[in-house]
């Protein structure tokens, strides 16, 4: 059995497909898996980290705004698409797949519809509320679409019944206990808040985190660990410096935070960004949050993405735009010394969560293997 991944760009898409590429493994060791990506995005790094066959195509996304530039840059596009398509059909010749799977990202747009020509089986997974333009564009020519919200569904037209499968998840983050995790990081039973922006950090976020701290860090009530992201941090301790203000041992400022196991186990409420693959795990953990959507995303999908848990009542949301420390802190003061809203909020979490993610997706990957031959 043979199974080609294509997706890349953001660990969102590639993470999943990565995880789905493990779970396989571990049930067929004989089992191939290759992969095509671009050969400079993350991609290009995590996919041969993991042993897999790794191949590349250049492609890039198209601009919609209309300028002299852009239009130069769409053309070059164009070229590129093109050529991609013509190397792509040349790979899967060579390689012979028994199935190919688009996780997202540009990358995998040529590689599904050339697969989808040659009567490859193909399948689509979806790992937002809506979609993005690669799975919009092909949803209704491959085997199988996977969405990992039921949302995503009416922003498609599709020929046939999706699957929800869920997102895959890092299932370590499930195996401490909230108790354990306290241990680990040395805290008593006190509220504890984490937060984050992502690895190269949020700067609207870190700001009005950094009011929030400013407001907590005398008090004693609770404990708090933000990851600040690779640019934020210095700036934020200068800004702590300036302020006087001297962290104690119960408030911490990391530039990442690579114990997320740990600290997200120990949390009670989580502030973050509402990427696909960061909601499920908070859902999957029982966490009550605090979203702050990125604006900076294609067609806003990390608001729509932060409206599931908001509807199943796991979530509060501020929008970028009305993001400020005190806004923050309103939100944060009402459900932090709120023990029973916090706990409705962990449980409707957990009723969010789609645990068996990786096989749900293996399941509907086996059906078209078997269908096959």
């Known amino acids: ?17 990565l995880a789905v590429a493990d779970y396989i493994k ?20 995590l996919v041969p980290k993991k042993g897999y066959d790794f191949y590349t195509i250049e492609v890039s996304g198209f601009k919609r705004a209309f300028s002299f530039s852009n239009v130069k840059y769409n053309l070059n596009a164009v070229a590129k698409a093109m050529s991609a398509s013509k190397k792509v059909r040349s790979l899967l010749k060579e390689l012979k797949p028994d199935i190919v799977v688009g996780t997202g990202g540009y990358v995998s747009g040529p590689v599904l519809k050339e697969a989808a020509k040659m009567k490859i089986k193909t399948a689509i997974h979806e790992q937002n509320a809506y979609p993005g333009v690669t799975t919009k564009m092909l949803s209704g020519s491959v085997d199988a679409v996977m969405l990992a919200m039921p949302e995503a569904e009416k922003h498609l037209k599709l020929k046939k019944e999706p699957v929800i499968t869920g997102n895959p998840v890092r299932t370590e983050l499930t195996e401490i206990s909230r108790e354990e995790a306290r241990k680990k990081l040395g805290f008593d039973d006190r509220p504890m808040i984490l937060s984050f922006g992502g690895s190269l950090g949020a700067r609207h976020l870190n700001e009005a985190v ?54 997200m186990a120990a949390a009670d409420l989580v502030i973050c960004r509402a990427g696909a693959i960061t909601l499920s795990e908070l859902a999957l953990c029982g966490k009550p949050s605090v979203l702050i959507p990125s604006p900076f995303v294609t067609e806003n999908h ?72």
Do not use: W
């Open 302 to 373: 990390q608001f729509h993405n932060a409206m599931t848990l908001k509807k199943a009542g796991a979530a509060e949301i501020i929008e970028e735009k009305d993001l400020t420390g005190e806004s923050l802190l309103e939100t944060v003061e009402m459900l932090i010394e709120n023990k029973p809203k916090l706990e409705k909020m962990s449980q409707a979490a957990k009723k969010a969560a789609i645990p068996d993610a990786n096989k749900r997706i293996y399941d509907v990957l086996m059906k078209l293997y078997t269908r096959t031959y």
């Open 26 to 45: 571990q049930k067929h060791k004989d089992a191939k898996i290759s992969y095509i990506g671009t050969p400079d995005k993350l991609e290009a790094t």
């Open 1 to 17: 059995m043979h199974i080609l991944f294509a997706g890349g760009g953001t660990a969102g898409h590639i993470n999943p497909a």
């Open 210 to 263: 950094e009011k929030l701290i400013e407001n907590y860090y005398q008090s004693g009530k609770i404990y708090h660990i933000h990851g600040t992201g690779k640019v934020g941090f210095a700036a934020m301790n200068e800004h702590l410096e300036e302020k006087g203000i001297e962290l104690p041992a119960e408030i911490q400022v990391r530039e990442y935070i690579d114990d997320m196991d740990v600290c």
